[in-house]
């Protein structure tokens, strides 16, 4: 029985992850997810799917990014109906962006039919920056620089919430650390993946006349050591893994300095009695903020002040966070089981209209904002910066990667003025950066992931250590500096796939 892999995104890319596996004349495909940022880029979405997806016999997802699992109402709309296999934390926060992402596609759709595509201005392209990785500092400059529009508006709406609701329906939850049987001789194993709430590795081991053969799919890696999660699990048995590469050829700050420059933000904002002012993405980075802001309160670090989450998706993000315990790591378990809420901030207020979002001006000083989007590039951040930024009393604090031509990028870069909605606002407040938050592991985490496989590893069928080792989701650079890390450091063998490519793993 032939096995293969085909390579149907996230390869010389960041975006768009999506592989089949074929054994026989079964399939399996492991994620499926949007290609954002360029409009060239965002176009492969309008591709043709590459195989029948009424062939497919299950989808396993890794996690809620999406990146990782947009164009699933395609595929379901297309004729897929099988299972959609994933941890309960990614199905509840997909079924979130996945609403978003529907709703975002037929306003975009809208807006073409009116003709002014050129009206459709950052402020009023979305609410939300939604699920979009933009922040991301793995993105490539050319899709991080792209404007918010390219990513939604691109002629009809690829899908509608009806094909949600079609698409929920198959959704199949699974536990960590259970076998799954996903087609007859295919089983998949899911592993912590530390990078959102319900992230995951999967193990998928085909079973034929030449015994199991093993893939592992790392998803996104988190960090080691960040607030809620888990780290992610090394596994050391493979025949193939495919290893993300987002900070291929980057180093992330020490997360102690990235907590102890939140601290000292807090408590210069309360002494001088201004607002704190955080734009932020609202899947992943803003729970661990709110979580790192609970736990230096509690420390005695940092004064209490009030904090105001203006982002509905971020606040519905959170109430998956908080429905999901069994994802947490074992400090915040603890915390919990102490009767802590970690993932709470005491007295934080949602706001959950525009009405409210622009009410929060009226409270008295000092207080934060948590809001989206995190570049700066539309949604509720801006009237909140018509407001602050001309304040000397308050401060602008990036704990995200600012792409460049975005506005985020020029303040966090010195500009004295901001042009918002057509109107100037001087820019007074200081304006501060952390770098340390993050929800990718760098290089080292990678690599450190990676050797757990240079061992005695592999499975009964193979002679030890993996095949091969693909490295995927990085921009080319990244991804072609990570693979010459693991063949120079560990003496694996490298591969870097090309779009579509199609590999026999055994014949
Ligand atoms: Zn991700």
Known sequence: ??????????????????????AGDRRILVDCGFFQGS????????????????????????HAHLDHCGRIPSLVKAGFSGP?????????????????????????????????????GAADTAEE?????????????RLRAADPEAITMSRAALYHPSDVDSTVQLFHPVAYEESLQVAPGISAKFHDAGHILGSAIIELTVEDAGGPLTVVFSGDLGRRDTPILRDPTPISHADFVLVES??????????????????????????????????????????????????????????????????PMASRASDVYMRHPEDYDEETAGLIRSGGSPLEYPGEEFTNDADQSKAIRTNPKPFMIVASSGML?????????????????????????????????????????????????????????????????????????????AGAGG?????????????????????????ERIRGDLGLNVQLPTYRQDVVLRQ
């Open 1 to 22: 029985m032939t096995i293969a892999i085909q390579f149907l995104g996230a390869v010389e890319t960041v975006t768009g992850s999506q592989y089949l596996v074929t």
């Open 84 to 120: 959609i296999h994933a941890t309960g934390g990614t199905l509840d926060l997909t079924e979130i962006v996945l609403r978003d992402s529907a709703k975002l596609q037929e306003e975009g759709e809208a807006r073409w039919l009116r003709h002014h595509p050129e009206a459709a």
């Open 246 to 311: 987002t900070y291929g050829n980057r180093e992330h700050g020490p997360m102690e300095q990235a907590v102890n420059d939140l601290a000292a933000a807090v408590s210069e904002v309360a002494n001088g009695n201004g607002v704190l002012l955080v734009p932020s993405f609202a899947i992943g980075r803003t729970q661990e903020l709110v979580w790192e802001l609970d736990e230096l309160l509690r420390n005695g670090r940092i004064p209490k002040l009030p904090l105001f989450l203006d982002s």
């Open 377 to 453: 590039t539309g949604g509720r951040i801006l009237h909140h910066l018509k407001d602050f930024l001309p304040d000397p009393a308050s401060m602008l604090l990036f704990i995200g990667y600012q792409g460049q031509g975005s506005l985020g990028y020029a303040i966090q870069h010195g500009a004295k003025e901001a042009r918002i909605d057509g109107q100037k606002f001087p820019v007074n407040c200081k304006v501060r950066s952390i770098s340390g938050f993050s929800a990718h592991a760098d290089e080292h985490e990678l690599e450190d992931w990676v050797r757990n496989f």
């Open 459 to 483: 499975t009964a069928a193979s002679d030890g250590r993996p095949k091969t080792i693909f490295v995927v989701h990085g921009d080319p650079d990244a991804a072609s500096a990570f693979a």
């Open 39 to 62: 409009p060239s880029e965002v176009a492969r979405n309008r591709m043709p799917l590459a195989y029948d997806a009424h062939s497919v016999d299950a989808l396993l997802l890794t």
């Open 129 to 141: 920056e939604t699920a979009v990785e933009r922040d991301d500092p793995g993105m490539p400059a």
